[in-house]
């Protein structure tokens, strides 16, 4: 018997060409079949809270509050090596970013980000304002706010926009822990069954390696979700979000997951310690 699973994602170039082989049959999925929403990161992060999709993207700070109901699959992750969400500004940076940045009114794309949360541990006291992602620019531009932190393709053209790298969360976390940055990843739902848990696993796995393998077509898929950045920085875009960290953790990007979330706890963003499960092989 066939049965349906709902794969929620972001329509991003690295999201695509990460689901490139599931969404066009490019793999044997045997009795599931997959359909496919797509949907921005927060307002997936949102439905995740209510248990509404089977498989999901999902911040790794949002699931914080999500791994009663669902686990970590141990492929699909969004690991920024030395990069990641950027903290930018019409003025040049100042000397001490960190410490200029107390205080300010901070565009976010969402509380539930691993962004938000990147953000809080760089500079506990600032004030949120959340706006969706792709307005974030246009806030600080016209002075709403006194910075942004961008996600998604922002972070390659920002520079090219006009504005001012203040801090990388990525290199900031890699200084502070020599770990990468675990942005994003995806979750099952666990009252799946282990059987089904098991096979999405592989067939996610899959799809990752064949994107990893048939890579130009799997660009030209990719490219129609990348909201006019060109298909050079798509390229770059894939290469920094799709990678062997996202075939596989590892034990180095299973602890970086753990050690974020608990340096979550600590500094009091995260109310409570999160045991973190992560399934497939």
Known sequence: MTKTIRVAHSPDSDDAFMFYALAEGKIDTGELRYVHELSDIESLNRRALSGDLEVTAVSIHAYAYLSQRYALLNSGSSMGDRYGPRLVGITEAPANPRVAAQGKRIAVPGKLTTAYLALKLFQPDFVEVVVPFDQIEDRVRRGEVDLGLLIHEGQLTYQDDGFHLWADMGEW??????????????VVRRDLGQAVVQQVARDLKASIVYALEHRRPALEHAKRFNRGIGDEKTDRFVGMYVNEWTVDYGDRGRTAVRTLLERGYEAGVIPNRVEVEFVGK
């Open 173 to 186: 976390w890699f200084g502070e822990t020599g770990l990468p940055l675990p942005l994003g990843g995806n």
